[in-house]
């Protein structure tokens, strides 16, 4: 899968390559002409700027370092479980292979521990996905958002890579939030309110949240 | 490195930087003129528009005066200014589909362009078809590392991802676009 993905291997054919470039291949930019926009909408918009003498206001509660921090934790976890999960499944063939003490129910259910430590971890990602994606939607401050966003993309991309996420349906909900998260990830601070309301549209046109609560389920071990 | 060279060297990007900040109108134009082509070939294969295009490379050098104080020289200067040049073209985009939406209609009357001058009409209108049809993390990838030659790490740092992210989305990029264009397979092997 690496290999696959060194951006080289797999690369596809000159000719199709050359085409690619060919199609929607930039003119020049008008330079002159953009940069008279540029100027003119930065001179408007100095003229109603307020003044920069006031620092912007810190929302009370904790720093903002804190959720970073958990969020670290967090993956540190889901990543120990999921190595927990492979190691599981690569044992199964040993065992298979004659040195089992009592071969058929054991392998059977290590089978099934894996399934559920994967089943669990995902769980446990797609409510925090969940939080994230409902306090966007609520539009508080968004200054988190970007760096939970940037977290939780690791652990998506853990899950989607891990033997575990075989699922077509939480594989396509993990691959839509996937997308979702990068550009989460983008938002700039201070800016990114309009960036944010964009995305919440995308949410419910995508009707990604009553997806992600179809696919949590109730008890904190039930398998999905 | 992208398809254009970037400001020389972090020392004079630094002092570029200095410059505009302290009000340096002549410093301004440099750094515009110093990324202008690479934000607007972006954007242009992004939409597709050249009026578009202009829109967007406007509203990101705006927003680049804006916050260059923000810029702590963690990744390259064209890196962050083509971060915010993705941030507007998503942005911008997402407005036009908002905006298509409410216009099914039209947009089922409106015949797509198919002229195309050069020979392979057909595969280019097939791979015009499968680019657009990718998911936008796909899209973007493909038309960032494939088309207009960005290294994985400048994706990377510009869409805030893992450059694993990035290898892997445009591994499955081109994995889709095969998938789509299987029926010319014969002819380029």
Same mark, same amino acid.
């Given at each position: 899968?690496? $290999? ?17 470039? /060919? ?8 330079? /002159? /002409? ?10 408007? @918009? ?22 970073? =921090? ?44 894996? @399934?559920? *430590? ?50 077509? @349906?939480?594989? *396509?909900?993990?691959? $839509? ?10 938002? $700039?601070?201070?800016?990114?309110? /309009?960036?944010? $309301?964009? =995305? ?25 | &490195? ?12 630094? +002092? ?29 294969? &992004? ?15 705006? !927003? ?18 083509? #971060?915010?040049?993705? #941030? ?23 015949? &797509? ?10 595969? %280019? ?7 657009? #049809? ?9 038309? &960032? ?21 990035? %290898?892997?989305?445009? +591994? !499955? ?6 998938? %789509? ?9």
């Amino acid at each position: 899968m690496m $290999d696959m993905m060194d951006g080289q291997t797999d690369s596809l054919p000159d000719r199709i390559l050359a085409a690619a470039r /060919e199609l929607n291949s930039p003119p020049a930019p008008p330079r /002159e /002409e953009i940069w008279a926009r540029i100027q003119a909408e930065r001179a408007g @918009k100095q003229a109603v700027r307020p003044p920069h003498d006031v620092l912007p206001i810190q929302p009370p509660g904790r720093p903002s370092v804190r959720p970073s =921090i958990r969020l670290t934790v967090w993956i540190t976890g889901i990543a120990a479980l999921l190595a927990v999960g492979i190691g599981i499944g690569r044992l199964t063939p040993t065992l298979r292979s004659g040195q089992a003490l009592r071969p058929a129910a054991p392998i059977t259910a290590l089978k099934d521990r894996g @399934k559920v *430590a994967y089943s669990v971890v995902t769980a446990e990602h797609l409510s925090r996905v969940e939080t994230l994606l409902t306090s966007l939607r609520t539009g508080q401050d968004q200054a988190p958002f970007s760096a939970q966003a940037r977290e939780l993309l690791t652990s998506t991309r853990l899950l989607l890579d891990s033997p575990g996420g075989a699922d077509p @349906k939480i594989r *396509a909900l993990l691959e $839509d939030l996937e997308l979702i998260l990068v550009q989460v990830a983008q938002v $700039d601070v201070g800016h990114g309110r /309009e960036d944010l $309301d964009l =995305i919440t549209d995308g949410l419910e046109q995508r009707q990604v949240i009553p997806r992600l609560r179809t696919a949590i389920p109730a008890g904190p071990a039930r398998q999905l | &490195m992208g398809a254009f060279p970037v400001v020389a060297d972090s020392m004079e990007r630094t +002092s570029l930087v200095h410059r505009v900040l302290a009000g340096d109108a002549a410093a301004e134009r440099e750094l515009y003129d110093a990324h202008v082509d690479r934000v607007y070939r972006l954007a242009y294969r &992004m939409v597709g528009d050249p009026d578009q295009a202009a829109e967007y490379t406007q509203d990101t050098f705006v !927003r680049v005066f804006d916050r260059l104080g923000d810029f702590r020289g963690e990744a390259a200067l064209s890196t962050w200014v083509t #971060s915010i040049a993705l #941030s507007v073209v998503y942005s911008g985009m997402r407005k036009v589909k908002r905006f298509r939406q409410r216009e099914t209609d039209l947009d089922e009357a409106v015949a &797509m362009p198919t002229t195309q001058r050069q020979s392979e009409p057909d595969l %280019k209108k097939r791979l015009a078809e499968a680019i657009d #049809s990718l998911a936008e993390g796909y899209r973007t990838v493909f038309l &960032m590392h494939d088309v207009e030659g960005y290294t994985h790490d400048e994706i990377a740092t510009a869409l805030g991802i893992q450059e694993g992210t990035s %290898k892997a989305q445009l +591994s !499955r990029a081109r994995s889709r676009l095969r998938e %789509k264009l299987k029926e010319f397979e014969g002819e380029w092997t």
